[in-house]
């Protein structure tokens, strides 16, 4: 199985900074990636799929780019709601492995 | 508005079974896959189970394959997860989470999830 290994695990960075977060597969998966955004006790949330695409209703600063193994996700200046552990995930085929996970933490 | 909420969650001791469900509301359940997704305490996502919009595809992670049973009645609008033979790395909490139509592996919209306590 395609392994997803994120990093950093852990960053803290302060609000405004721009963040970004790592992701490469064990094998070449094209554009077939998401990336999540998870808070403590709530819901998980999309924030892009297939790479580089944009859910309906995420802010515009968040962007994801790559393909192949390597993939990014970028926030282009942080804000307060934005601290929360970010997942990214391999799509498409199963088994739809995540990425172990980035907390974003405040400085 | 579109809604998933699960529940069937408790504590039950390793060996134990538990059924797990999750009502969907607010869009066309049959034309959607569904998944379950789980985290354990201190730890990360962990992709569990997908079952096709139809009904005719599941697919498992390898840490539950022969134990977990997805499964889904279209009547009511509800998705479930038999667990069988329970054990204590099992325990999390289990999200259900609806398959973006473009691509089953996109899980975009997702309930708040349900504990599931396996313990001596």
């Known amino acids: 199985d395609i392994q997803m290994t994120q990093s950093p695990s852990s960053l803290s960075a302060s609000v405004g900074d721009r963040v970004t977060i790592a992701c490469r597969a064990s094998q070449s998966i094209s554009t077939d990636l998401n990336w999540y955004q998870h808070k403590r006790g709530k819901a998980p949330k999309l924030l892009i799929y297939?790479?580089?695409n944009l859910e309906s209703g995420v802010p515009s600063r968040f962007s994801g780019s790559g393909s192949g193994t390597d993939f990014t996700l970028t926030i282009s200046s942080l804000q307060p709601e934005d601290f929360a552990t970010y997942y990214c995930q391999r799509s498409l085929t199963p088994p739809y492995t995540f990425g172990q996970g980035t907390k974003v933490e405040i400085k | 508005q579109v809604q998933l909420v699960e529940s069937g969650g408790g504590a039950v001791q390793p060996g134990s079974s538990l059924r797990l469900a999750c009502a969907a509301s607010?869009?066309?359940?049959?034309?959607?896959?569904m998944h379950w997704v789980r985290q354990a305490p201190g730890k990360g996502l962990e992709w569990v189970a997908v079952i096709w919009f139809d009904g005719r595809n599941k697919f498992y992670a390898d840490s539950v394959k022969g134990r977990f049973t997805i499964s889904r009645g279209d009547s009511k609008n509800t998705l479930h997860l038999e667990m069988n033979s329970l054990r204590v790395e099992d325990t999390a909490v289990y999200y259900c989470?609806?398959?973006?139509?473009?691509?089953?592996?996109?899980?975009?919209?997702w309930g708040q999830g349900t504990l599931v306590t396996v313990s001596s």
């Open positions: 989470a609806r398959a973006g139509g473009r691509d089953a592996g996109v899980a975009d919209i």
């Open positions: 607010g869009f066309t359940f049959r034309s959607y896959g």
């Open positions: 297939a790479a580089s």
